[in-house]
Nanobody
Framework: QLQASGGGLVQAGGSLRLSCTAS????????IGWFRQAPGKEREGLLC??????WYSDSLKGRFTISTDNAKNTVYLQMKSLTPEDTAVYYCAADFASLVPHRYPPKEADFGSWGQGTQVTVSS
């Protein structure tokens, strides 16, 4: 089970850190993805962490970074220089590394476990 948190309302140019905590399994053997879905749009793959290496979507332009705290079994998504276009529901996802295709950007169907989503709203 994945629990996402940390969303909220922030002004343009601000920062937020999202958290994704796993219970019942250890992230070490899993591929982790962060996605977002804006109203009326498809779910978009943003980052994918696999075996210590991270793929980032070009659309992020270096503004988002992923980090992990193994002791807490938590993955963080640090977001900075936010714009209204970043407004969306953000999701973390995970699955066994052997089950997640090596394709980037990752697709929603690539992951079997999902957090409940956390809303990020960026005001102009």
């Amino acid at each position: 089970q994945l629990q996402a948190s940390g969303g909220g309302l922030v002004q343009a140019g601000g920062s937020l850190r999202l958290s994704c905590t796993a219970s019942g399994f250890n992230f070490d053997d899993y591929v982790i993805g962060w996605f977002r879905q804006a109203p009326g749009k498809e779910r978009e793959g943003l980052l994918c962490l696999r075996s210590g290496a991270t793929w980032y979507s070009d659309s992020l332009k270096g503004r988002f970074t992923i980090s992990t705290d193994n002791a807490k079994n938590t993955v963080y998504l640090q977001m900075k220089s936010l714009t209204p276009e970043d407004t969306a529901v953000y999701y973390c996802a995970a699955d066994f590394a052997s089950l997640v295709p090596h394709r980037y950007p990752p697709k929603e169907a690539d992951f079997g476990s999902w957090g409940q989503g956390t809303q990020v709203t960026v005001s102009s």
